[in-house]
């Protein structure tokens, strides 16, 4: 008798462990997942998109990321870094386009010919997306918006990224040499800035900006886990503004994971111009007709 109340109390307590270890995980995973929704809402600023797309139907979708020079939760001044992202998962592809900062367009909302990247500064994310979607003739579905803070935060809570560097240069206290890199987000933003020693110049240094964003998104797509998602956006929740709620970003994920497979990075040139002293780059309609024809078939609106 004395054995099977021993027994009894065993399993009492083993079953009160093993409840509050439950109990104890449970916790944990709803104290992540709380976390995760607080940043992604102090992250989520809306703005109009021209369309609305259906992720659960995997329509193909295109974004807006523009990367401010600014520091800290401030999403203020000119977007050095303006990139068009359109994503195809029926044909699991990316194209990437970089804009350099000094085309010349016009700045819709002011209705006054300008550098392109003066957009952010007149009137933010939607003033950019509106301009960035005239100049080019397709919609803009979404939009992430970062700050340098921001972008060293992303890299870090990654865990680095990889790059293959085509030429040895230095930049500030950094030694890039030539061939495969690690790079911390130090050291990635540094990179991705770097343009008087590239002979390509700008256009070099667009050429770095997608290298490094496109080593971020094929990092980023393998996050599985609620805590890795939590890691990444405690990180970046006051330097990244997005319009995608955390739903959207799920499905996302889900949906269109696979089109990372294949990125294509996509150029366009133009010609150096002097206006009233000012410098600028001016893209002849030909070249701006073949960019605007190829993005547009990859989004299926041709």
């Known amino acids: 008798m004395r054995q099977e109340m021993k027994k009894k109390k065993v399993f009492i307590s083993l079953g009160l462990v093993v409840g509050v270890v439950l109990l104890s995980v449970v916790a944990y995973f709803f104290y992540i997942y709380k976390s995760v929704t607080d940043t992604v809402q102090e992250m989520h600023e809306p703005f109009s998109p021209s369309r609305v797309v259906d992720l659960e139907s995997q329509e193909p979708l295109s974004f807006l990321i523009a990367g401010v020079d600014s520091r800290g939760d401030t999403h203020a001044g000119r977007s050095d870094t303006i990139i068009v992202m359109t994503v195809n998962p029926n044909e699991r592809s990316i194209k990437m386009l970089s804009i350099p900062r000094d085309t010349r367009t016009e700045i819709i909302g002011r209705g006054t010919l300008d550098k392109i990247n003066h957009a952010y500064a007149f009137g933010g994310v939607q003033m950019t997306a509106d301009t960035v979607a005239n100049f080019l003739d397709i919609p803009i579905d979404h939009y992430i918006s970062i700050n340098m803070e921001g972008f060293k935060g992303v890299v870090d809570a990654l865990g680095g990224v990889k790059v293959d560097n085509p030429f040895a240069f230095d930049y500030g206290s950094h030694t ?15 990179y991705s800035r770097m343009r008087k020693e590239d002979p390509r110049g700008d256009f070099g240094r667009n050429d770095r900006q997608r290298e490094i964003v496109e080593a971020v998104i094929q990092e980023a797509a393998n996050i599985g886990t609620v805590t890795k998602a939590g890691g990444i956006l405690g990180a970046v929740g006051e330097s990244v503004r997005t319009d995608m709620t955390l739903d959207e970003m799920w499905k996302l994920q889900a949906n269109y994971r696979d089109a990372r497979h294949n990125v294509e990075q996509l150029e366009i040139k133009g010609n150096n111009a002097t206006i009233n002293g000012i410098y600028y780059l001016q893209v002849p309609d030909d070249e701006l007709a073949r960019v605007r024809s190829e993005l547009k078939g990859h989004l299926g609106l041709e």
Do not use: N, R, S, W
């Open 176 to 190: 890039f040499e030539e061939g495969e890199l690690f790079l911390t987000g130090e050291e990635a933003l540094a």
